[in-house]
């Protein structure tokens, strides 16, 4: 398993630069990858594409979109600890990483260097510590909630959302995303 979280320009995939991506495979450690030319980046590729490695993610329809659209490899094998969320923290409309780590974990995430320059050529500490932070949880974070999707025998629906993200994600490309394909209107 490997958490995997990126960081952009803006919340536009097609418009907004992919900017940089973290990893960590749960052991406390993170790794900050800062792209300058996204054709260099073939062990990523070759990570995002091996669908024996679980790859986490906290809201993984952006990071996904983010990495499909920039790097050209649809990442295989996926978990999203914010669909797992929604799914089983039904009691709450608070989903976001920094909700999920105060209650499941106890942990305060602070989440200032959200907005911040990430296309800057020289990342500040506090933006590097942030970028860390978004991945060094999400294994705790899974085990955590799949306890309570097992609890509440939702593990197979959260099995079908993670596994329809890769169409969600195509569908993001080809048309806008206020567009729902599936709504009654015309």
């Not at 990893?23 to 073939?42: H, L, M, R, T």
């Not at 978990?79 to 106890?106: F, M, N, P």
Request: one cysteine or more; aromatic letters at 10%.
């Amino acid at each position: 398993m490997v958490a995997i979280d990126t960081e952009t320009m803006g919340l536009w995939p097609r418009r907004d630069r992919l900017c940089l991506s973290q990893f960590s495979a749960g052991d406390g450690d993170c790794y900050v990858i800062k792209f300058d030319d996204y054709n260099k980046a073939k062990n990523i590729k070759k990570l995002l594409a091996d669908s024996n490695v679980l790859k986490i993610f906290h809201y993984a329809r952006f990071d996904m979109t983010t990495l499909y659209h920039y790097l050209g490899i649809m990442p295989k094998n996926v978990y999203c600890t914010k669909i797992a969320s929604k799914l089983v923290r039904t009691y709450t409309q608070k989903h976001g990483l920094a909700d999920l780590c105060r209650e499941l974990l106890g942990v305060e995430v602070s989440k200032e260097q959200t907005c911040t320059d990430w296309g800057n050529p020289d990342l500040s500490h506090k933006q590097l510590d942030y970028a860390g932070t978004d991945v060094l949880y999400l294994h705790e974070l899974k085990r955590e909630l799949d306890a309570m999707l097992l609890r509440e025998n939702r593990m197979d629906i959260a099995k079908g959302c993670f596994d329809f993200l890769e169409i969600r994600v195509m569908l993001d490309l080809l048309v806008h995303e206020s567009y729902d394909i599936f709504s009654h209107g015309a």
